[in-house]
């Protein structure tokens, strides 16, 4: 491995260079070579970081480093050279980049089903038995399912949200919104929106209804105090420290399914 000029090599081809502090969070993205392959970076700089942190991104098949508004870009780059043997085994266990296609299994609410394609069948996807049916043209597969995955996360995310709001005693309803963030599960602004990651979709049941119930636990209490947790304990039914176990050890799971080569 060569030095910190060989292993980072940003969009316009500078390193090590320093930030003055700021106020709000920011981020840049470019590749960093690790194994002789490129990898996606990404820097993201917050007021609230007090140190470097590093993690897996599932979804890019790359690496995800928050750090200080006031650290220079050749510490993170440090920090992670030093830890080039850790990345390489965390991305060769996430496997292949390989895209939805025919015969591969995807999850739809915790439940495996077998994609099952041919020119026979209606495009929209159609679950039978322990089949997801698809036709249409064979190699736009994975975008159709995606597409009716995120209508069916729209569908029943809403019902979830209706429910836990009437178990709350909440006369109005925030209006739903479907998340691509790789960082938060689920949000509520004050504004009236709950935003989920459409992802949840693939998790089981009790765990899309352990977020949902704690963004809706959000419009009584906006922080994560024990009058929060006590408020989410009496309007979900399960048990949210089980939920929040399932997600620490299989949520990467779900940004691992890919649906386009991009």
């Not at 736009?140 to 996360?153: D, N």
């Not at 504004?191 to 809706?216: C, D, F, K, T, Y």
């Given at each position: 491995m060569g030095g910190l000029q060989d292993l980072f090599a940003g969009k316009n081809g500078r390193t090590g260079s320093t930030h003055k502090q700021k106020s709000s969070a920011s981020?840049?993205?470019?590749?960093?070579?690790?194994?002789?392959?490129?990898?996606?970076?990404?820097?993201?700089?917050?007021?609230?970081?007090?140190?470097?942190?590093?993690?897996?991104?599932?979804?890019?098949?790359?690496?995800?480093?928050?750090?200080?508004?006031?650290?220079?870009?050749?510490?993170?780059?440090?920090?992670?050279?030093?830890?080039?043997?850790?990345?390489?085994?965390?991305?060769?266990?996430?496997?292949?980049?390989?895209?939805?296609?025919?015969?591969?299994?995807?999850?739809?609410?915790?439940?495996?089903?077998?994609?099952?394609?041919?020119?026979?069948?209606?495009?929209?996807?159609?679950?039978?038995?322990?089949?997801?049916?698809?036709?249409?043209?064979?190699?736009?597969i994975a975008g159709r399912i995606e597409r009716w995955l995120k209508a069916k996360a729209r569908s029943i995310f809403t019902e979830d949200l209706a429910e836990y709001c009437e178990r709350a005693g909440e006369s109005k309803i925030p209006r739903i919104g479907l998340s691509n963030a790789r960082r938060r599960w689920g949000s509520c602004s004050q504004s009236g929106w709950v935003r989920v990651q459409w992802r949840l979709i693939m998790a089981p049941a009790n765990v899309r209804r352990a977020v949902i119930a704690h963004e809706v636990a959000h419009l009584r209490h906006m922080d994560h105090s024990q009058r929060f947790y006590d408020w989410m304990d009496t309007i979900y039914e399960g048990d949210r420290t089980a939920a929040d176990a399932w997600l620490k050890a299989h949520g990467n799971s779900l940004y691992g399914v890919q649906f386009s080569a991009s």
């Amino acid at each position: 491995m060569g030095g910190l000029q060989d292993l980072f090599a940003g969009k316009n081809g500078r390193t090590g260079s320093t930030h003055k502090q700021k106020s709000s969070a920011s981020s840049a993205q470019s590749v960093i070579n690790i194994g002789n392959r490129e990898i996606p970076l990404t820097i993201r700089r917050h007021p609230r970081s007090r140190s470097i942190s590093l993690r897996i991104d599932t979804a890019k098949r790359g690496i995800s480093v928050t750090m200080p508004h006031w650290v220079a870009k050749r510490e993170a780059l440090a920090f992670i050279a030093s830890r080039t043997e850790w990345i390489e085994q965390r991305l060769a266990a996430l496997g292949p980049n390989k895209v939805l296609a025919n015969h591969d299994i995807v999850s739809f609410c915790g439940n495996d089903y077998q994609i099952s394609w041919s020119k026979e069948y209606l495009r929209t996807p159609d679950l039978r038995g322990d089949m997801l049916l698809v036709g249409g043209e064979e190699a736009l597969i994975a975008g159709r399912i995606e597409r009716w995955l995120k209508a069916k996360a729209r569908s029943i995310f809403t019902e979830d949200l209706a429910e836990y709001c009437e178990r709350a005693g909440e006369s109005k309803i925030p209006r739903i919104g479907l998340s691509n963030a790789r960082r938060r599960w689920g949000s509520c602004s004050q504004s009236g929106w709950v935003r989920v990651q459409w992802r949840l979709i693939m998790a089981p049941a009790n765990v899309r209804r352990a977020v949902i119930a704690h963004e809706v636990a959000h419009l009584r209490h906006m922080d994560h105090s024990q009058r929060f947790y006590d408020w989410m304990d009496t309007i979900y039914e399960g048990d949210r420290t089980a939920a929040d176990a399932w997600l620490k050890a299989h949520g990467n799971s779900l940004y691992g399914v890919q649906f386009s080569a991009s």
